[in-house]
């Protein structure tokens, strides 16, 4: 269980890195061009990754 919780807050952070330094300036890419849903996206694939393991 720990691994999963981890496994989110890392997803969570790589996400809105990725928003914050990568992004998309045009806002047409729904994923990189809104923090949130950047963050709760990566957040879920670190989760679901982690789980895996």
């Known amino acids: 269980m720990l ?3 981890l496994g989110v807050i ?5 996400g809105f ?3 914050r ?4 300036a045009s ?3 729904k994923i990189a061009s809104n923090p949130y ?3 709760l996206y990566w ?7 982690a ?3």
């Open 37 to 39: 849903i950047s963050t």
């Open 43 to 49: 957040a879920l694939l670190g989760g679901v990754l």
């Open 17 to 19: 890195l990725y928003y």
């Open 27 to 29: 806002g047409t890419c």
């Open 3 to 5: 691994a999963i919780v």
């Open 21 to 24: 330094f990568i992004g998309c």
């Open 51 to 53: 789980s895996t393991f």
């Open 10 to 14: 890392v997803g969570g952070v790589v």
